[in-house]
């Protein structure tokens, strides 16, 4: 039946014909009472609508999945449904109907996120369901017209959910909730409730876990003005970065340099201890920082250098370690730096055998930057010919080829040969043809010999079909 059919039957029954109907259909589908349930909401107890949307939601998730597995086909529709319920929820709540709109997400965000479990969400869709539900119970919470009645509800609520570990080993989603909790929690002044849910999650969390909820406690005693359990708890835990960089922060704005610094040294230390490199490099960041306030710049060159390669070249410190010296004393620093790294590769490398034979150190790696900085393009063009695969040569070949073409080409040549010699399937050949073709775009003086190339390979392998396709196109 068609749309317009539809509505014309319908306009044509009477109340009592319609209520004849919704009875007969309502006794034999749970789906259709759920759905007029919540259609009907205002004329329903709460406890009425918060069942009429789970019988909903498990109608759709079992119907959305095979053996309890819903795969990711079927995760994109599954999500949708779960959307429209969610949709309703926040049409209440802009409605003003707070108790309605907290009983939608109640009813949702536990069966969705123990079905996540069993749910292929490769694309993310129902991640993004979750987030909504989420986002739900927080708008609710901080609802200015939302009774506090209400709020208290969604906060015992919240400290339940926050007990499963699943919210916390499935995406984000528990750190989102807590945010939620400890600003209600704040507004509530609900103190207690609130260190005794963090005691329980802080008793059983890992490492990243603790230091999310340690940040987030401090956070607590700062914005409720408890000074002295905020001071306590930083005081306690010094070992968080996240925890020290908050007392760094703090002696840096009262410009006690001395004290920031101390701050950091010991921060390094722990870091170096524990391995992680990633925050040492952070803590000296901040260390250079200061340092630039203070206008040491004995300090500042001598950390700037270290940061310059401290993973991979750095151009920005290196400007900064350049800044620090005066113009005459600029070039012989340069050059003293640049000596200094290729002596320290020679020694790293010292002896290493690699597919090619004995590894070059990798001085065209390190030392590009400072080169093209300095327009020291002959350099680069030295290390160049020492390269050994078409694709390492490629990585300069916009920068040089203006300045050096003929010399670009004759490294080109035999390493367009070599590639001919290695390359296996079509895409490869395809890669090799393609090139030729930009190279000869580039150099058209090379054409020629470039072509050569590629002929000199069409006849060394006569028996590759796909490379002769390939190849031709370049002739």
Known sequence: MKKAEFKALVLK?????????????????????????????????????????????????????????????????????????????????????????????????????????????????????????????????????????????????????????????????????????????????????????????????????????????????????????????????????????????????????SKAKSLIDVGIKIAKQNNHLGTVTEWKKNRLLILELEGDVPEVRALTKTLIFDSGFSLDYYRRWKATFPIGELDSAIESFINERIQFLEKKYQNQMGYYGKIHPPILDNLAGIYFEEKYFDRVLELVRMEKTLDSVLRFHRKLVPLFPDELLQIYLPLLEREGDIASDRRMYEGLAGNMKNLINDMPKGKNQIQNIAEKLMIKYPRKPAMLEELKKVM
């Open 13 to 257: 029954l009477n109340e009592e014909e319609i209520r004849r109907f919704v009875l007969h259909y309502g006794n034999s589908d749970n789906n259709f009472r759920a759905g007029l349930g919540i259609f009907f909401s205002d004329k329903q107890s709460d406890a009425t609508i918060e069942q009429s949307f789970q019988s909903l939601l498990a109608s759709i998730i079992k119907n959305s999945s095979s053996r309890g597995y819903i795969d990711y086909k079927s995760v994109s529709n599954f999500a949708s449904k779960i959307d429209e319920l969610v949709h309703r929820g926040e049409s209440y709540a802009a409605e003003g109907k707070f108790v309605t709109s907290f009983l939608v997400a109640k009813a949702l965000l536990e069966p969705v996120m123990t079905a996540a479990k069993n749910i292929d969400d490769s694309s993310g869709y129902v991640g993004d369901t979750i987030d909504s539900i989420i986002h739900l119970l927080g708008t609710i919470s901080s609802a200015k017209d939302a009774p506090t009645d209400l709020k208290e509800t969604i906060l015992d609520f919240l400290a339940v959910q926050l007990q499963s570990e699943v919210y916390f080993e499935y995406g984000g989603f528990g750190k989102d909730m807590f945010v939620i909790y400890q600003s209600n929690a704040a507004l509530l002044g609900k103190v207690e409730p609130y260190e005794q849910l963090i005691s329980k999650l802080l008793s059983r969390a890992g490492r990243y876990k603790k230091e999310f909820l340690i940040l987030k406690q401090i956070d607590f005693y700062k914005a409720i003005g408890e000074a002295s359990k905020e001071a306590e708890l930083i005081s306690a835990n010094m070992e968080i970065k996240e925890v020290r960089k908050l007392e760094v922060n703090k002696a840096i704005s009262q410009e006690n340099y």
